[in-house]
């Protein structure tokens, strides 16, 4: 198993989190100070042991977990180990469970989404860690409990000099990264040496054998480059993106930011296009070239919406989207390896839950209990495993809308399993805390999210019974009290209603988050769709969604609410004629004034927005 890492973990209580990113700022810039001065001081003396030779590094690592044959496809046993009782008896508990035992037919499915297998294989590893953590908790004191839960997930984690020596990770990250997060790393690159590199390796369940590479930054003086890649034991190293970038890259944003720092790559690439065989570093780009030889640098590593981003001495320098299966919140930890000194390492913003041991849950954030009759609106929020603090914004704004807190409308956070035990146990204490939470029976994997929206179809047909089915996201606002309002003028059925796509094409760029192979589909256009942060559909459509997929009438497609705009040009055909009604008020990316919805809004941003409506009654943006 992991090392355990002798790094300093500090956790903050200070109420605000404002408060604490302050602290967490000035905590990081006195350090890098001192830092920096006390290396100054030394004699640049830089120790070998990180140079170790690249290719081998992969070998390396992997050494330290033992290799068992791991098979890469699902098996009955999986599934029937899944599905079974799993050792928890309780029936408070099982809430979070109601859909889970009813996805088994929808994931034994022959054309099943690509990542379907490897999805419930990690699933049942991460099960089987997290039904022996919850019977040892069940035996153990509860003090006892508590307070070795509360260490789980650490609000920041240093690292610095004698930490950081050796081979082991400088940053252990036990519950993932989210987007906000970020990694500064302060070291000086050897005179001696060519290249060094800086990587997010994933976390390792039980029973698997090498952890994937999420993003490897190689750094290399021979030809200054940065190149950036990513690996899986599956499918070995993928297309690297290398700065300065040759022709294609040009134009591809990351979150709105260039592959490449221009300057860097502009100055680079001139010189390239005169002189190929230019196998010493040319004073020019040296001089443009972010990093230098023997000279500190600091590097902050943020997660954005689409990808990786890598600020070096304050300027932005490189970007990577994230590519599939490997997602920012699977990361858990940080290595450096080649000709690097390293003087310390600071991961802060990251991912903490609240401590639901040792507090009194206010009341007025718990599910209230459904009476089991039809209610008017089922909303389902996609999530993930980490992201706590997302989840809590939400239970402290518009779910507090007086028909959620009545009843009338049930709003449940639909979640895969997370590859990390510690997510999982404080997922399955959040679950038991505030009984909002649906828990999937994979890994939160992107590719996987067509299923969820199969599961909230039978959530709100089978286990609760609701007039609409909203799909929403844990990063949305949603305005209950004018949703219900202007549903009261629609149809009860066949409807879908949301932001509508009505002439859309499928996205053929390769590397996208949205590509889309010809094999998946044929045609040069989508049906209508409605964008995946918030769209609602009629009871009618859910039952036929359920239905479809179990007599495997309707085919999965991994992009969930294209997907459902597919299900619904179906039942368009077969059943009775859709309304599709478009509302602008759903907003997709930017924030507008009367809203109904709107996206990509930080837990900071949500309590804002909530506040505004409480305060002015007006539905007016934060930023
Ligand atoms: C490097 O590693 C070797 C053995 O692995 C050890 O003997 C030596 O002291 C280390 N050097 C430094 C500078 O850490
Ligand atoms: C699961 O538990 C319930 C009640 O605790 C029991 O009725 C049922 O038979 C069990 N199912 C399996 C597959 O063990
Ligand atoms: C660095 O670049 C040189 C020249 O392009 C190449 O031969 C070498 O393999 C690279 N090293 C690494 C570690 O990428
Ligand atoms: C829905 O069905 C009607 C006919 O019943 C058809 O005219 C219409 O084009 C269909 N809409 C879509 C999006 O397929």
Not at 537 to 561: C, N, P, T, W
Request: glycine share 6%; hydrophobic share 40%.
């Amino acid at each position: 198993m992991m090392q355990v890492m002798s790094v300093v973990r500090f956790k903050f209580d200070f109420t605000t989190v404002r408060m604490r990113n302050w602290l967490v700022g000035i905590f990081m810039m006195v350090l890098t100070l001192i830092i920096l001065i006390r290396y100054d001081q030394s004699d640049h003396k830089i120790p070998t042991n990180h140079t170790t030779d690249d290719s081998s590094s992969i070998e390396g690592e992997s050494s330290v977990e033992e290799p068992t044959k791991k098979p890469h496809f699902m098996t009955l046993e999986d599934l029937d180990y899944l599905f079974s009782n799993m050792s928890i008896s309780g029936g408070e508990e099982l809430n979070g469970l109601l859909v889970w035992s009813r996805m088994r037919p929808f994931l034994e499915r022959p054309d099943a989404l690509p990542e379907t297998a490897q999805g419930i294989q990690e699933a049942t590893l991460a099960m089987k860690d997290l039904v022996f953590l919850i019977n040892k908790e069940k035996g153990a004191s509860s003090a006892l409990v508590s307070k070795e839960l509360s260490r789980n997930c650490p609000d920041f984690v240093t690292a610095f000099d004698g930490d950081l020596s050796g081979l082991r990770p400088v940053l252990e990250l036990p519950c993932g990264l989210v987007e906000d997060s970020s990694i500064t790393l302060v070291g000086v690159p050897d005179e001696q040496s060519a290249s060094f590199q800086i990587q997010l390796v994933g976390s390792g369940l039980s029973g698997e054998t090498r952890r994937p590479i999420i993003l490897r930054y190689n750094v290399n003086f021979s030809k200054p480059s940065i190149v950036q890649n990513t690996w899986t034991e599956k499918l070995g190293w993928g297309n690297e993106v290398r700065c300065p970038y040759h022709g294609s890259f040009k134009n591809h944003l990351v979150d709105e930011l260039p592959l490449c720092n221009k300057q860097t790559g502009r100055i680079t690439s001139e010189e390239s296009s005169n002189d190929k065989a230019t196998t010493d570093s040319s004073s020019l780009s040296n001089a443009n070239f972010p990093f230098l030889k023997g000279s500190p640098f600091t590097a902050t590593l943020w997660f954005g919406v689409e990808g990786f981003h890598m600020t070096i001495n304050g300027q932005h320098e490189t970007s990577f989207a994230y590519r599939e299966k490997l997602e920012p919140w699977l990361v858990s930890a940080v290595k450096v390896s080649g000709g690097l000194k390293m003087l310390s390492a600071l991961a802060t913003r990251l991912p903490i839950p609240d401590d639901h041991a040792s507090l009194v849950i206010e009341e007025k954030l718990k599910a209230p209990s459904l009476s089991g009759t039809r209610i008017e609106l089922l909303v389902g929020v996609f999530s993930t495993g980490n992201n706590f603090k997302r989840r809590m914004a939400l239970r402290r704004s518009w779910m507090q809308y007086e028909a959620v807190r009545s009843g009338k409308v049930a709003v449940r956070f639909l979640i895969g399993l997370h590859t990390n035990e510690k997510v999982n146990i404080e997922m399955w204490r959040e679950a038991k805390a505030y009984g909002d939470i649906q828990f999937m029976p994979f890994v939160d994997y992107y590719g996987l999210l067509s299923l969820k929206t199969v599961a909230l179809c039978i959530l709100g047909t089978k286990v609760i019974q609701a007039k609409y089915i909203m799909k929403t996201d844990d990063d949305a606002f949603v305005r209950i009290d004018e949703l219900l309002s202007s549903l009261k003028e629609k149809p009860s059925s066949a409807l879908l209603y949301g932001l509508i796509s009505f002439a859309s094409s499928p996205d053929r760029e390769q590397g996208s988050k949205w590509f889309i192979r010809k094999e998946e589909w044929l045609l040069d256009s989508y049906p209508p769709w409605a964008h995946g942060p918030g769209y609602i559909i009629s009871h009618d459509i859910a039952k036929f969604v359920v239905k479809g997929h179990r007599q495997r009438d309707l085919r999965l497609f991994k992009l969930e609410d294209v997907a459902m705009g597919i299900w619904i040009q179906q039942f368009n055909q077969t059943i009775k004629r859709v309304k599709y009604i478009n509302d602008k008020r759903f907003h997709n990316s930017d924030c507008k004034s009367n809203y109904i919805l709107v996206h990509y809004q930080t837990p900071r941003l949500i309590l804002c927005l909530w506040e505004k409506l409480q305060k002015e009654s007006q539905s007016i943006c934060c930023e």
